[in-house]
């Protein structure tokens, strides 16, 4: 009967937004996966496109302690990105990098795991809405 009552009150605890807001604090390696992605040129309206189209990851994965993002293309090619700034402010975490030619900029929710990424240059923007786990 202790033992029941001990594994309710951690999975109570995990529950909780003090418990649950930790996850995604930049203390423990998580997933990002992508839901929606937005093309956007100056000029035009920005369309919708998928991974596939793009040789976009599906899956991202982030290490705030290794200051790393790393993940597959779905034609094979590994991305290796270098996170350059860590800052929270009012429960986001954002990160920040450069990547060849272009900058990035993700902001996860730090209670949610609800995640937005930019990635752009001079000529046009992309936007990725997702969602991250703990890994």
């Avoid at 003090?18 to 956007?40: R, V």
Wanted: contains cysteine; hydrophobic residues 45%.
């Amino acid at each position: 009967m202790r033992i029941m009552f001990l594994a309710a009150a951690a999975l109570a605890l995990s529950l909780s937004p003090d418990g649950f807001a930790a996850t995604f604090d930049g203390s423990q390696p998580i997933i990002c996966a992508t839901f929606e992605i937005l093309e956007c040129e100056p000029g035009l309206r920005c369309e919708e496109e998928t991974v596939d189209n793009l040789d976009a990851p599906q899956f991202l994965q982030i290490s705030v302690q290794d200051k790393t993002i790393t993940a597959t293309r779905p034609s094979g090619a590994a991305v290796n990105a270098k996170i350059d700034l860590v800052r929270s402010a009012e429960g986001q975490m954002f990160l920040q990098g450069i990547e060849k030619t272009r900058g990035w900029s993700m902001a996860i929710n730090e209670a949610k795991g609800n995640m937005s990424l930019a990635i752009h240059d001079d000529a046009s923007s992309y936007v990725i809405f997702g969602a991250c786990t703990p890994r």
